[in-house]
């Protein structure tokens, strides 16, 4: 008998498209139609097809699931649409005081939230064009993330190829938000597959997922569990959605897994129902959860809401209680901060507290720690301060043998010797002397950290050997750094010296706000910092401002315009800013509003635009010095409707608002087809 010739053009897309089926039936849906022995069958056969005929296989077959070649660094990507952060509350009072804001901003009796466990992993952007997976990012810093497409792709749980439900068509565009986190029978079994090669067992799964997609060498997080769920839409074209729930039916209906969790609630009542439900089931779960996401789901409802800062006003994060645990103090100690600040540490014998072993606890500062007469040997009860920093709430007194070791607090700093002083208004104990190591150390850290000058390769350790080493003693000599330097520290090599020195020279090219961020000025954090950059524009016109130019300064308060008044005064940090200024750093200042046809008028967004996003509108409107507002009023001077404008709309003509279509938009922008 003749054994049928297999036409490997045929036979190999026909596998593909089996093996992704059966990728959704066991990891999407858990409901697997064949065995392993089968499945593997298959895979094997794809295999040997594409060995004997690489010019067919697809970049996203199953088989480039084990992962590519390692990159030398992650790209930059940047979001078309921002990933916000969610603002937290941690009760039902404080949760009634959201929804209560939610109201009345809508002038609505109540409001439907869309409900989802809030899980503990690591934020990422998915984009697919014409159905296929072309990217893959980190949320980052919420506009700027890095590309670990190839990492990503790893998982089996994610299509590489999206598969529609029946009637459903692909869009051309599409991006898709999820959560990559670990299962927890999956990282059980992970860490005993670790310890039983000698290898040291993972913290947590959140840990060991956000070190898996930071991996460069692909086939490292191929040997991790991760699985992923979607949450929300990026950009989409082609489609509009009148609700949050619809967005999570239309990703579940192209293959992409949804958390069958969520829940639609009608009112606060019902979405508080919902949280005491879950917190009583959280460790039922397959998986790691810390809280309840409460969102609007109503899209309209959502724009009108709007943003603060780095948070939508439409949502929160609902974090459950922390969980508390008895443990023992072993030592207490204190470490130096960037602003000299000394925080006195416990060192704890390790328990597992919220999914995390926890082997030290923050006392804050000396008067903490002798409210809570912390004792070194005490048995005391730790927690997780909002699910994320560990503290100690009480000693266990009854515990006590008297074997028990008060702790004096230094009254010079421990790493450099010199006398400590006392805030005049609060009770922090600082080291004065600017150059402290640690507090050095902790400078440097923060300065090239992803949210300040973001130099690539710079953690912890490095810092500290920098330091400890003398090659670093101020901001200036990260940027005199030369290779021989370099690889006369511990563990660098060629590879690591030149990526080190690439990381410091793109560093250069900054914006002023992550530089004034960068500089770790007492207080003053991103809001600030990027507040300060839109009123300044060039740091060198901060140095001889005056105190009442600083309290002019969005969000800054007479204590931070003395603080910012007096640093810029002191000639060793003005020193310090022209030296990295003439090393080649280039801070650049916010995109100016530009005067033009919007400038001092107010302006209204509605319905589906094709040309841009509705932040690429936002942004063009406000260069030319228009504001964008979320609701139409007699003081709105444009409307702009896209297609499917709804009551805004028609609230407009009501008003005698003029209306303008996307194509007269576009004129006025200056930006015609």
Request: proline share 6%.
């Amino acid at each position: 008998m003749t054994r049928k010739t297999v036409d490997p053009r045929q036979r190999i897309p026909a596998l593909v498209r089996e093996i992704l089926h059966h990728d959704h039936r066991y990891y999407v849906l858990d409901e697997p139609e064949i065995s392993d022995a089968q499945y593997d069958a298959l895979l094997r056969e794809l295999q040997e097809l594409e060995a004997a005929h690489p010019e067919l296989a697809s970049p996203n077959s199953p088989t480039r699931r084990v992962g590519g070649a390692p990159a030398e660094r992650f790209e930059k990507v940047t979001h078309r649409l921002p990933m916000l952060s969610l603002s937290n509350v941690f009760s039902a009072e404080e949760f009634r005081e959201f929804n209560e804001r939610v109201r009345k901003l809508l002038c609505v009796e109540s409001v439907q939230y869309h409900c989802e466990p809030k899980m503990d992993g690591l934020a990422v952007e998915l984009t697919w064009e014409r159905g296929q997976l072309v990217r893959g990012a980190t949320r980052g810093d919420g506009t700027v993330g890095e590309d670990v497409t190839a990492n990503l792709r790893t998982l089996r749980g994610l299509p590489l190829e999206l598969l529609p439900a029946p009637g459903v068509a692909v869009p051309e565009f599409l991006q898709a938000r999820g959560e990559v986190f670990i299962r927890k029978e999956d990282f059980r079994r992970l860490n005993e597959r670790r310890l039983a090669a000698g290898e040291p067992a993972f913290v947590n799964p959140r840990n060991a997922a956000a070190g898996a997609l930071r991996q460069l060498d692909p086939r490292v997080t191929a040997q991790r569990p991760l699985s992923i769920m979607f949450y929300e839409t990026g950009d989409v074209s082609g489609r509009s959605f009148s609700a949050h729930h619809e967005k999570l039916a239309y990703l579940a209906s192209l293959g992409l897994p949804v958390n069958p969790e969520n829940r639609l609630a009608d009112g606060a009542a019902e979405a508080e129902a919902i949280e005491t439900t879950l917190l009583a089931r959280r460790h039922a779960l397959p998986y790691e959860i810390d809280g309840l996401v409460v969102k609007v789901d109503l899209e309209d409802h959502r724009k009108r809401l709007g943003a603060v800062s780095k948070s939508p006003r439409w949502a929160v994060a609902w974090k459950f209680p922390a969980e508390e645990m008895e443990t023992t103090v072993r030592n207490i100690e204190v470490q130096v901060g960037r602003t000299g600040a000394l925080t006195p540490v416990a060192w704890l014998e390790p328990v597992y507290v919220g999914g995390v072993t926890v082997s030290r606890a923050t006392l804050h500062n000396e008067d903490e720690l002798r409210r809570k007469d912390v004792r070194v040997g005490d048995h005391v009860f730790v927690r997780r301060a909002g699910d994320v920093i560990p503290e100690i709430v009480k000693v266990v007194q009854s515990r006590r043998t008297g074997a028990e070791q008060p702790f004096t607090f230094p009254a010079a700093c421990p790493v450099c010797g010199t006398a400590v002083v006392k805030d005049a208004d609060g009770p922090i104990l600082r080291c004065p002397n600017r150059a402290c190591p640690a507090r050095l150390q902790e400078r440097l850290r923060h300065f090239a950290s992803r949210t300040g000058m973001d130099v690539e390769g710079m953690g912890d350790k490095l810092c500290a050997q920098l330091v400890e080493s003398g090659l670093v003693q101020g901001f200036p000599d990260l940027y005199r750094l030369s290779r021989e330097q370099l690889l006369t520290l511990e563990r660098m090599g060629e590879l690591s010296a030149s990526g080190l020195l690439e990381g410091i020279e793109r560093s250069k090219q900054t914006t002023l706000r992550r530089f004034l961020f960068a500089l770790g000025i007492r207080h003053v954090g991103e809001a600030t910092a990027k507040a300060l950059a839109e009123h300044f524009r060039d740091i060198r016109k901060m140095y001889d401002a005056p105190l009442d130019e600083y309290s002019r300064v969005r969000d800054v308060g007479p204590t931070m315009a003395e603080e910012l008044r007096a640093w810029f005064e002191d000639a060793s940090h003005r020193g310090s800013v022209e030296e990295l200024l003439a090393l080649g750093i280039s801070p650049a200042p916010p995109e100016e509003s530009s005067s033009g046809t919007f400038s001092g008028k107010t302006v209204v967004l509605t319905g589906t635009l094709t040309r841009f996003t509705r932040e690429q509108a936002r942004e063009e409107v406000e260069r030319r010095g228009g504001k964008v507002s979320g609701s139409v009023s007699r003081k709105t001077d444009f409307v702009v409707a896209g297609e499917e404008a709804g009551s805004k709309l028609e609230k407009a003509r009501s008003l005698g608002v003029r209306v303008l279509d996307e194509a007269a938009f576009a004129v006025l922008l200056g930006t015609p087809q």
